[in-house]
Structure formats: C-alpha cells, structure tokens
C-alpha cells in the first residue's frame, strides 16, 4: 500500500482522534509529528511538537468525533495533504467543527505530520 494513500492518512487521522478521545493525544502526536512539525489552530494558536504534546496531555478528552469529506492532495514524491470536515464533541458542549488539513511526509519510509491546519466551519 502506498504509505501515503488517502486510506493510509485517514488511518492515521482517526487513531489521531482516538487518542483524543482516551486522553492519549500527548503520546501519540510526539510520534507521529516531525521535529519540526507545526499546528496551527482554529484560534490562531500556533504550536510546536513539544507545545502540542504538553497541551494535549491536559486536555480534556473528546466524547466522539465524525471525519467526512476526505480528500488527497499530492504534494510530489514524499509528501501529501489530507483535508477534511471533521465533527468532535464533548460532554455537555457544542460540538466543534472545522475544516482540517494535515501535511504529511515521509520520512524513512514512515509517514509523518509536518503541519496541521484547523479552519473554523462555524462562523
């Protein structure tokens, strides 16, 4: 399989999303981000790995979450983009929905997220 297919980053977005939902997000995205991988919220918060790894490992967990409208864009040789709508609530809250885009590498063969973009689809 094509380490960079768009099963393959959907995979890898919705273990993303798992861990946010089980608390796990801190550990998972210190691994799957590259070194100087950045995420750039629906706020205008930008963050490094390691601020998104310390964020994450506080944050509240999310109840559940959709992904729809999954979409590739090829980037050359050893990089793609993913975006999609994704849909997550919480407990008692209104859901959150936005418009992502992770950036993904390949390096060494793995796949990695080199960026990740929230848009708001809200406002």
């Not at 691994?31 to 310390?54: E, I, P, S």
């Not at 793609?80 to 418009?99: K, N, Q």
Request: hydrophobic share 45%; with cysteine; aromatic share 8%.
């Amino acid at each position: 399989m094509d380490e960079l297919s768009l099963d393959r980053m959907a995979a890898l977005e919705h273990r993303g999303w798992d861990a946010l939902c089980d608390s796990t997000g801190g550990a998972y995205y210190g691994r799957l981000m590259t070194a100087d991988a950045l995420m750039v919220l629906v706020n205008g918060v930008v963050l490094d790995r390691d601020q998104v790894v310390a964020s994450l490992d506080g944050a509240p967990a999310w109840a559940g979450y959709q992904l729809t409208d999954l979409r590739r864009i090829d980037l050359g040789q050893d990089a793609a983009a993913l975006t999609y709508r994704a849909t997550a609530h919480r407990h008692g809250e209104a859901p959150f929905v936005a418009l992502m885009t992770s950036t993904y590498r390949l390096l060494e063969g793995t796949p990695r997220l080199a960026l990740y973009q929230q848009t708001t689809a809200t406002h």
